[in-house]
């Protein structure tokens, strides 16, 4: 007799998961027989990814397009999965955007939908799915945070922010659901090769001139990898692990010069 996957006759819900580490967290769940939910603003393609996943791990892959960003997106979602009769046993969390500069670099709904989509949204799914995950003693929730969550971050103030949230509520629902059979971990990459690096502008900051972006799939195995093992922080990449965990010993006004110089436009 065959020995069962570890996620078989369940499903992972995936966002942000037409690129990036969206689309190598989904592949981690597939191979270990996770049947998927992706979703993404991008209809076609998330069906590309799904089709994919689908023939590479013979699993079910659904593509639902949804813009997480806008009120509601959240309940949209659950709706548009409760429609097609499919249910949700692991929330990937891992839609989110940043923005480059000082706080009015950008207009206004570039920032409040920051929080919309990195907290919000996210807040939103967890909250939708979770009292099911704890009734059936399985499943759980990954986050996708940042390095950028262990302190503020001036000219990337609302990102660096929005992520120290994800980060502490990650935490804190970890301890809720221990002992339950429930996993939460957060993932805390630092600079890696996706398309939030072109959208937030981070590629032309001090940072990301001296930090060489990692490929995103060893990232979202490690995640993944925290995940099951139900770790509630990972932060991947042993000089980010460092820098991560020496922040708590510098001074205040020194972190804040430090994270200053490198989010400044390289010279």
């Not at 939908?113 to 099911?132: F, K």
């Not at 990337?156 to 301890?175: D, H, I, P, Q, R």
């Not at 995940?227 to 042993?238: D, L, Q």
């Amino acid at each position: 007799m065959a020995r069962r996957k570890l996620g078989e006759g369940q499903t992972a819900l995936v966002t942000g998961a037409s690129a990036g580490i969206g689309v190598d967290l989904a592949e981690c769940f597939a191979r270990d027989g996770y049947d998927l939910i992706l979703s993404a603003r991008s209809q076609d393609a998330l069906q590309e990814v799904a089709n994919r996943l689908s023939a590479t791990h013979a699993v079910k892959a659904h593509a639902i397009a949804q813009d997480l960003g806008a009120y509601g997106g959240g309940s949209a979602l659950a709706g548009a999965i409760a429609a097609k009769g499919l249910n949700v046993d692991v929330v990937v969390n891992n839609a989110g955007y940043g923005h480059a500069g000082a706080l009015t670099s950008s207009d206004m709904q570039t920032q409040l939908g920051m929080i919309d989509l990195n907290v919000r949204a996210l807040v939103e799914l967890t909250y939708i799915y979770w009292d099911r995950m704890l009734a059936n003693k399985r499943g759980g929730v990954l986050n996708v945070a940042s390095t950028a969550a262990f302190q503020p971050g001036p000219l990337m103030a609302n990102y660096y922010a929005s992520k120290a949230y994800v980060l502490s509520f990650s935490e804190a629902m970890w301890e809720e659901a221990r002992g339950t059979g429930v996993h939460v971990s957060c993932l805390c990459p630092g600079p890696t090769v996706s398309k939030f690096r072109e959208r937030a502008g981070t590629g032309k900051t001090n940072l990301g001139q001296r930090s060489k972006a990692v490929p995103s799939a060893p990232v979202a195995r490690a995640g993944y990898n925290a995940w099951k093992s139900n770790r509630p922080v990972i932060v991947t990449g042993a000089q980010n692990s460092f820098q991560a965990g020496l922040v708590k010993f510098l001074p205040r006004k020194t972190l804040l010069k430090i994270v200053r110089n490198v989010q400044s436009p390289a010279t």
